[in-house]
């Protein structure tokens, strides 16, 4: 099985600031990587699929990026609709998500 | 427009079984490479994908919890089935289905294993 290391787990941030979060394969997933925003009550909504790409909609101030066992998905200036919980999720061999990275306000 | 959405019982005791039903539309199940699957989250929790059916037929189960899975499909291929065994209160999460690799989600169904 895939394990799915997400970090960090909790990120405190400004409107305007670039951030970052990482998710780390137990072993090589060909970039089949994908990133979701997940707000309160909602259903996790695709921002990145395969890495890189950006769904259909999604701002471009999303960006992923990464090969191997390392990915990253980039926030370059956050918006106030921004503040929520992302997962990362590997299609590789199966599916297994990353255990989530809430983004607050500071 | 892609649309999924879950039911189930709401409620149900521990060492039962669990059934939920996903109905979608805006695809078929029978075209070539269309895949339903079914993923939970406990409040508060992360996600955790449970089992996948595909346009084949062919069935794909979260190997920790396969035993007690079972995903199915009906013959107008509009809706996806998935029977959990005996239940506890670990069980307790908002369902969700999705189709492919996770495009589009339903809007997800709570269901409580109490006694």
């Known amino acids: 099985d895939i394990q799915m290391t997400q970090s960090p787990s909790f990120l405190s941030a400004s409107v305007g600031d670039r951030v970052t979060i990482n998710c780390k394969a137990s072993q090589n997933i060909n970039k089949y990587l994908n990133w979701y925003q997940q707000k309160l009550g909602e259903a996790p909504k695709r921002l990145i699929y395969n890495t890189n790409n950006l769904q259909t909609g999604i701002p471009s101030r999303f960006s992923g990026s990464g090969s191997g066992t390392d990915y990253t998905l980039t926030i370059s200036s956050l918006q106030p609709e921004d503040f929520a919980t992302y997962f990362c999720?590997?299609?590789?061999?199966?599916?297994?998500f990353g255990a989530g990275t809430k983004l607050e306000l500071k | 427009q892609v649309t999924l959405k879950e039911s189930g019982p709401g409620m149900l005791q521990p060492s039962k079984t669990l059934s939920l039903t996903c109905s979608f539309s805006?695809?078929?199940?029978?075209?070539?490479?269309?895949?339903v699957s079914w993923i939970r989250q406990p409040s508060g929790k992360s996600l955790e994908w449970l089992a996948a059916?595909?346009?084949?037929?062919?069935?794909y189960y979260n190997p920790s919890l396969k035993s007690r899975l079972t995903v199915s499909k009906d013959t107008s291929n509009t809706q996806v089935f998935l029977k959990i065994t005996s239940v506890d209160i670990a069980d307790t999460a908002t369902y969700y289905c999705?189709?492919?690799?996770?495009?589009?989600w339903g809007q997800g169904v709570m269901v409580t294993v109490s006694s």
């Open positions: 999705a189709r492919n690799w996770f495009d589009y």
């Open positions: 999720l590997q299609h590789n061999s199966l599916y297994t």
């Open positions: 805006g695809f078929s199940l029978s075209t070539s490479g269309m895949v």
């Open positions: 059916i595909d346009w084949d037929g062919d069935k």
